[in-house]
C-alpha cells in the first residue's frame, strides 16, 4: 500500500532566472506472506547407506512487512547569462524512516496449536539525505557544448535490530543477543565532472570524466556490550565515459560507448548480524563489503525502415569488480545461512536485438531478446570461485488498436 503527495512551486521573474521549491512525501507498506507445510522434513546418514533415522511435518507461518515513510524537500535554482551559458544549483534533503517486522512461527501439523518455535525480529531505520549539486554549461562553441559540475552527498543510515524467540516455557518472547545488533553508516561524496558534446558531419560524440572521493565509517554493536567496532573505507576514482555515433544514411547509425559506474551497497549487506527470513534461511551482511565497480562497452546497430518499423542491436561487454554476489553456507542441518560478500570478478558477454513491426496502422508489434555468457571468477571462504553459464531472456509485446478508445494487448516475458 502507497500513499503519497507532492506540492511544487516555480517562480520565474524574468527570463533569465528560475526558483523552485518542492516537497514530496508518502506512506509505504509492503506485506510478504509465506505460509509453507513441510510434510516430509527429514533427515537420513551419511553415505552410502542414506538411511532415514527421522522424519518430521510443521507449518511454518512466515510474515514479512516492511515500512518506508519518507519526506523530500528541494529547492532548485538556475541562471541564464548573456552568452548564453547556464547556471544550475539544486538542494535536496531526505528523511526515510524504514523497518518493519518479520514473524516466524513453526507450529504444528496438522495440529496449529502445537507451536515448536516463535520468533519475532523487527527494526527501525531512519535515514537522512542531502544532495547539493552546482551545474555549469559554458556557451556553446562551434565545435560543441562543455559542461562541468559539482555535486555533494552525505547519507546517514543507522538501524536497530532487535531479533526476540519465544520461550515456550514462561510464554514471554525474549532477546537473542547473538541475532541483534545496533547499525550506523556514514557515507560522504564528493564527485566533479567535465562533459563534452559535439556533431560534425555525420559524427556525434560524447567524452566525459568524473572524479569521485567516497569517505564510508560503518559502526557496529552488538547488544550485550561485547561487539563495538568501526569499519572505515576510502577511495579517490575517475569514471571515465566517451560515446561516438556514426550516421551511415538517414535510416542506419553505429554507436559505441564506454562507460566505468560504481554500485554502492546498502546497510542492511554490511549487516554481519543474522536475520530471519523464513524457515530455512538466515540471511546476514559483510561489514568489509566493498562497491562494485562496472566497466561496460557497446556497439549497436540502429535501422529504421518505413511505415515505422525498426532494428536494433547491441553486442556489450560487462566486466564487475568486487562482485558482490549471495552465498550460501550451512547454518545447520534445516537452515542455511546468506551471507552477501564480494566473491570476485563477473563477466559477461552478449547480444541485445530487437525488432518493431507495424503491419498496419494499427497494429504495432515488438519481439526482443537479451543473450549473453555470464561468467564468475575469484575467492570465497578460502575456496576458488569458478562458475559460467549461458543466460537469455525473450520478450515480445502486440497491440491492435480496434479504435480511438479500445485495444487489445499480447505480452510475453520468457526467461
Do not use: C
Request: hydrophobic share 30%.
Amino acid at each position: 500500500m502507497n500513499y503519497s503527495g507532492r506540492f511544487s512551486v516555480d517562480y520565474t521573474p524574468d527570463t533569465t532566472n528560475t526558483y523552485s521549491l518542492g516537497f514530496f512525501a508518502g506512506k509505504r507498506t509492503k506485506d510478504r506472506l509465506a505460509d509453507i507445510v513441510y510434510y516430509d522434513n527429514h533427515a537420513i546418514t551419511p553415505a552410502p547407506n542414506g538411511e532415514r533415522i527421522r522424519t518430521f511435518q510443521y507449518f511454518n507461518h512466515n510474515l514479512r512487512t516492511r515500512r518506508g515513510d519518507f519526506i523530500l524537500g528541494s529547492f532548485d535554482y538556475s541562471h541564464l547569462f548573456a552568452n548564453n551559458s547556464k547556471l544550475s544549483t539544486s538542494l535536496l534533503y531526505e528523511y526515510t524512516l524504514l523497518g518493519g517486522p518479520t514473524e516466524n512461527d513453526n507450529l504444528g501439523f496438522p495440529d496449529n496449536s502445537i507451536i515448536y518455535q516463535q520468533e519475532y525480529n523487527t527494526n527501525d531505520n531512519p535515514l537522512q539525505g542531502i544532495r547539493f549539486q552546482l551545474d555549469y554549461a559554458w556557451s556553446p562553441f562551434s565545435f560543441g557544448q562543455l559542461e562541468t559540475g559539482y555535486q555533494y552527498r552525505n547519507l546517514d543510515h543507522t538501524g536497530d535490530f532487535v531479533y526476540e524467540r519465544r520461550n515456550n516455557a514462561s510464554g514471554n518472547f525474549e532477546l537473542v543477543p547473538e541475532f541483534s545488533s545496533e547499525v550506523d553508516l556514514y557515507r560522504q561524496i564528493h564527485s566533479a565532472y567535465v562533459q563534452f558534446n559535439g556533431e560534425e558531419g555525420s559524427w556525434e560524440y560524447a567524452a566525459g570524466l568524473r572524479m569521485e572521493a567516497m569517505d564510508r565509517e560503518f559502526d557496529l554493536r552488538d547488544k550485550q556490550g561485547l561487539v563495538d567496532t568501526t569499519y572505515t573505507y576510502d577511495y579517490i576514482k575517475p569514471f571515465p565515459s566517451a560515446t561516438i555515433q556514426y550516421r551511415l544514411n538517414n535510416t542506419t547509425k553505429i554507436k559505441a560507448s564506454y562507460s566505468k559506474r560504481v554500485e554502492r551497497t546498502t546497510t542492511f549487506k554490511m549487516n554481519p548480524f543474522p536475520e530471519r527470513e523464513h524457515s530455512e534461511t538466515l540471511e546476514q551482511g559483510d561489514p568489509t563489503l566493498n562497491p562494485e565497480f562496472i566497466d561496460l562497452v557497446e556497439l549497436g546497430l540502429t535501422k529504421n525502415f518505413k511505415g515505422g518499423n525498426s532494428l536494433y542491436a547491441t553486442a556489450y561487454y560487462r566486466n564487475v569488480k568486487n562482485l558482490v554476489n549471495r552465498v550460501n553456507t550451512v547454518y545447520n542441518d534445516t537452515i542455511l545461512n546468506r551471507i552477501y560478500s564480494n566473491v570476485g570478478t563477473g563477466n559477461s558477454y552478449g547480444m541485445e536485438i530487437g525488432l518493431q513491426l507495424k503491419p498496419t496502422e494499427n497494429w504495432t508489434n515488438f519481439i526482443g531478446g537479451n543473450f549473453y555468457n555470464y561468467s564468475i571468477e575469484g575467492v570465497f571462504d578460502n575456496r576458488n570461485v569458478d562458475s559460467e553459464a549461458f543466460v537469455y531472456s525473450v520478450n515480445a509485446n502486440s497491440t491492435y488498436d480496434f479504435s480511438k478508445t479500445a485495444s487489445a494487448q499480447f505480452t510475453l516475458n520468457y526467461f
